[in-house]
């Protein structure tokens, strides 16, 4: 919704294609007590989808300390009155997270990751290498959204006028597979020559394995600001067309 705005304000023509759905996964008692974060030294929040599931079932953290993978999850945190106490600078993901000192030695700490059902293993993997314990309580699930007849009508005609004015944003790489899952065959071969706004080289690279032959526009982050920064510099760029 903020991207949206923000991007009609500055004069793009949004068309609104949910990719996915965010469904909780109930959480059993003994599953409650396990994963509740002050029963550890760490609760880190991989999202804001993780923040809000995770406040909606287990209580809230008042005496551990708490990390954030990027400035969005921080802000969900932070509206629920939680301090951050750790979160990546210039980067939003496991591998902003760990390059933090604080987390560099971790013997005998405990550490809960709140995070969606089949997220990476990157950080529960690197974190028990460090020494500590760590258990991982998926409290959500992505699930695929209902294709909308008005929406996939409406990227059928923007992209029949031109792909190379079309830019699609994704801001993971669930959303992307997401898209591609969404759209008839046809329209979603002639979606990859369009150009694709997403954040980060991992996802970047995941867009080209899925066949993405349109230009990309890498953001450093999935942060709205970011995003926004990354299309309106290549809309500015010399002899580039500015994308619809």
């Known amino acids: 919704g903020p991207f949206t705005a923000a991007a009609t304000r500055a004069g793009a023509r949004c068309i609104g294609l949910p990719a996915i759905e965010i469904e909780r996964v109930p959480l ?23 923040v809000e599931a ?4 287990l209580p809230p953290p008042s005496r551990c ?6 400035r969005a999850t921080a802000r969900a945190l932070e509206s629920h009155g939680v301090v951050v106490h750790a979160l990546p600078d210039g980067r939003a993901d496991s591998e902003g997270l760990l390059e933090l000192p604080v987390f560099a030695s971790l013997a005998g700490r405990r550490v809960v990751i709140l995070r969606g059902v089949g ?21 959500y699930r992505r699930v695929p959204a209902r294709a909308d007849a008005g929406a996939l009508a409406a990227l ?17 790489v669930d959303v992307l597979d997401g898209l591609i899952g969404l759209l008839p065959p046809a329209l979603a071969e002639v979606l990859r020559d369009a150009t ?12 080209r394995g899925r066949g993405w032959r349109g230009p990309q526009i890498v953001a450093p982050t999935a942060e709205d600001a970011a ?18």
Do not use: K
């Open 28 to 50: 059993g008692s003994a599953e409650r007590a396990q994963y509740a974060p002050d029963a550890h030294d760490w609760a880190i929040y991989t999202s804001a989808n993780a």
């Open 119 to 139: 997220g990476r293993e990157l950080l529960r993997d690197e974190l028990r290498a460090r020494g500590a314990t760590v258990h991982v309580a998926e409290v």
């Open 196 to 207: 694709v706004l997403l954040p980060g080289e991992r996802v970047a690279e995941a867009a």
């Open 227 to 244: 995003m926004l920064a990354a299309l309106a510099a290549q809309a500015a760029a010399p002899g580039d067309p500015a994308p619809a």
């Open 65 to 70: 300390r708490i990390a954030a993978v990027g």
């Open 54 to 57: 995770s406040f909606d079932q």
């Open 156 to 172: 059928e005609g923007a992209l029949a006028a031109g792909a190379r004015d079309v830019v699609v944003a994704v801001t993971s």
